[in-house]
């Protein structure tokens, strides 16, 4: 919203104003998953000033609802408190008289804790600004509407085709109802299209400052959802739902502004089209941390099924001016320069993957990393060899790969945090060991009748 509250007090003013009922506190766990409670008016005050009681074992909870083997966040280590961040204050106008904030995971005392995502963010945030730099973020979702589920294969609500009107125009109430509700929560949709897959739409959200920038994706994707299922539709953003289908990814775009926040500061002033050194250098962080950045933006064994050479999902490192096979791209020219770092997906957890990015960046402009040459083509028409003759590397192939890859970056990691890193790579290597210890149908389909 254009003038959220800003301190505990401005918050309970807002509540009282607008008549809520019914109070959302949600945090956001290493999965990236919302957690929440509903505080009724009575308790308020308590929740807006003191924070809400969860347990810190909830933390080491993995995508089976299962606790992650190796947790070491168990029943015995207490409690943390979800504390509401008055700015992140929006109504929900699908429920009647509720609203939510959005969280810091603080310790029983009140202090900041260092395994919250949110708080590792800001951290990154205030460490760029100490080099004399802010960022503008904007994430950039896409997502399928589904019928079907449960004992049912899952079945696209249209088949229209890429960016067609129609794709549009079949979908228009739920198109609108999204865009009028984010509206109202104080979320300005840049566009919505038509994606690449049947039944499956893209969205771009307005660019902000990054904890803003996490808080009206949130709000998008769970508006999305809910607004799906009442219309009796499913909606994923599951990064390769099926195997012939077109992945769903995460664009993330930024642009370095001084800061005041009033002069972009990422493109060349000399032409149209180049980066300014600061940005090349932000750029050529982001590349030689890039394996370790793949580890928070791809962090499910899902992701590497999108990320498949050949593919409009990168699996390489290079990066290239309007170039939408490389893993960081140069959209437009004049103003519209900025970097689109393509590879990341909505299985990560956000505040995380921003956190790392930043932190990157930063390195990059300390060090003056120079970036390689932009490269030029598309690398799915590349044969292995050619590509190997050009120097192009792979990102991590797997998920393994790139957690390793992860733990071992000192810059990505020390962006993350000691604690968060712990516990998000606890959480990631149970799923991981899940998967790999599952016997999967196709292995029946191709092994049972002839071993």
């Known amino acids: 919203m254009d003038n959220p509250p800003t301190d505990a007090d401005a918050l309970l003013a807002r509540l009282d104003d607008d008549g809520i009922e019914h109070f959302w506190v949600i945090y956001h766990d290493y999965g990236g998953r919302a957690a929440a409670k509903t505080l009724p008016r009575e308790s308020f005050r308590g929740a807006v000033r003191d924070g809400v009681v969860f347990a810190l074992a909830n933390l080491n909870m993995a995508a089976d609802d299962h606790q992650a083997v190796g947790a070491t966040l168990l029943a015995d280590t207490g409690d943390f408190l979800a504390v509401p961040n008055p700015q992140s204050y929006a109504v929900l106008p699908r429920y009647p008289n509720t609203a939510r904030c959005h969280a810091w995971m603080r310790s029983t005392d009140g202090a900041a804790w260092d395994g919250c995502p949110r708080t590792r963010l800001a951290a990154a945030v205030e460490e760029l600004r100490g080099l004399g730099y802010t960022v503008q973020a904007a994430l950039e979702p896409e997502f399928y509407l589904l019928h079907g589920g449960h004992d049912a294969e899952y079945e696209p609500v249209n088949q229209t085709r890429m960016f067609s009107q129609t794709g549009l125009a079949v979908e228009h109430a739920f198109v609108q109802r ?46 999305v959802r809910d607004l799906a299922r009442e219309q009796g539709y499913v ?38 089209t180049s980066l300014s050194d600061l940005g090349g250098w932000f750029l050529g962080g982001i590349l030689r941390h890039v394996d370790a950045l793949t580890g928070l933006g791809a962090p499910t064994v899902n992701s590497y099924k999108r990320l498949q050479p050949g593919s409009w999902a990168p699996a390489n490192t290079y990066w290239g001016y309007g170039n939408r096979s490389g893993v960081v791209r140069i959209p437009g020219t004049g103003r519209r320069r900025h970097l689109e770092f393509r590879s990341p997906d909505n299985s990560c957890q956000p505040f995380l993957l921003l956190a790392g990015l930043l932190g990157a960046g930063a390195d990059g402009i300390r060090q003056r990393v120079d970036p390689p040459p932009p490269f030029q083509g598309d690398i799915g028409h590349l044969t292995p060899e050619e590509i190997t003759r050009y120097g192009i590397a792979y990102l991590p192939r797997t998920l393994s790969e790139a957690l390793a890859a992860l733990e071992g970056d000192e810059v990505v990691a020390g962006a993350v945090g000691q604690t968060a890193l712990r ?29």
Request: hydrophobic share 35%.
């Open 178 to 223: 999204v865009v009028n509700e984010l509206r109202s929560m104080g979320v300005t949709v840049a566009q919505l299209g038509k994606e690449y897959g049947r039944g499956q739409y893209e969205m771009s959200i307005r660019h902000a400052d990054p904890i803003r920038a996490v808080d009206d994706y949130y709000s998008l994707k769970e508006a």
């Open 235 to 272: 909606a994923t953003f599951m990064p390769k739902p099926y195997a012939d289908w077109p992945g769903c990814s995460l664009h993330v775009h930024l642009s370095l502004w001084d800061t005041e926040g009033e002069n972009d500061v990422t493109a060349s002033d000399q032409d149209e």
């Open 423 to 451: 516990h998000f790579l606890t959480v990631k290597r149970h799923e991981l060991a899940a998967y790999e210890t599952h016997v999967h149908p196709w292995e029946r389909a191709t092994y049972l009748e002839i071993i």
